[in-house]
């Protein structure tokens, strides 16, 4: 249940909080603009527990990932949910009478358009003993128990006069910009490279979004590009989601 080859990026302190929090509660609901990272950390979760990497995991043997993003229908959610915990949706019986007992971490990813059917659905499976819920929505499902952790931008710094592993927003850009196959940021581009950052206000998926960029533009040009609107912010890579292919797809998806 692996969440993709690229590694996340200044987010463990994020990681030990969230760990912590469904340890010792039933439902958390990560929220927060979307290209925040909300998905990115909610299946790093799910794939440290399920890999064994979280030690406290007694009550966590198996994990599911739902991902809601492509539902079209608040009325399809349930069967879905069926689905991917390889129930056969009968229809008369609610899933927590067709799962029983059992001890399991389900991540319903990308509720936020149909967040009356997920919390409907998540307050279903809350009756199941031992079965705990990571969510990720930009709203809460307002449910019974709900703690909902709100996730920001990675820190911005306000110089780069320290080691750029200092600011998990540059690192991010930086890794991601390597991966890309662009050159090195010289020293004298510092400067841009912090006015990038900033510009990019710390959001993780802008920030990869430039990176791919970086291998035919400059930090110098892209920072200046970013003043002409973000169309700049665009992925050609192969199996983007639509939603998440440009900064302007992100923003619509979002409302």
């Known amino acids: 249940m692996l969440t993709g080859p690229a590694e996340l990026v200044g987010r463990d302190s994020e990681l030990a909080a969230l760990t912590d929090l469904l340890g010792s509660g039933r439902i958390v609901t990560i929220v927060g603009p979307g290209g925040v990272g909300k998905t990115a950390l909610a299946r790093t979760v799910v794939d440290r527990v399920a890999s064994g990497q979280v030690r406290d995991t007694a009550y966590l043997p198996a994990c599911y990932v739902v991902p809601l993003a492509d539902v079209d229908d608040g009325d399809e959610v349930r069967a879905l949910v069926a689905r991917h915990l390889g129930l056969h949706d009968s ?16 991540l319903l990813d990308n509720c936020e358009h149909v967040v009356d059917a997920a919390a409907a659905v998540a307050a279903d499976l809350l009756e199941v003993p031992g079965l705990r819920l990571l969510v990720t929505s930009r709203e809460p499902l307002s ?18 006069e320290g080691s750029v592993d200092d600011s998990p927003a540059v690192r991010l850009f930086l890794l991601r910009s390597h991966a890309a196959g662009a050159p090195p940021v010289r020293l004298e581009e510092r400067p841009d490279l912090l006015r990038l950052v900033r510009a990019l206000d710390g959001l993780p998926l802008a920030l990869e979004l430039a990176a ?44």
């Open 91 to 106: 229809g008369d019986r609610g899933l927590h009478a067709m799962l029983g007992a059992g001890d399991a971490l389900v």
């Open 143 to 160: 449910v019974v128990g709900e703690h909902v952790f709100a996730l920001g931008p990675l820190e911005v710094p306000d110089d780069l």
């Open 212 to 255: 791919g960029r970086s291998r035919a533009l400059s930090v110098h040009d892209l920072a200046d590009r970013l003043d002409r609107g973000p169309d700049l912010l665009r992925s050609a890579a192969r199996g983007v989601p639509e939603r998440h292919r440009g900064a302007v797809e992100v923003v619509d998806w979002s409302y």
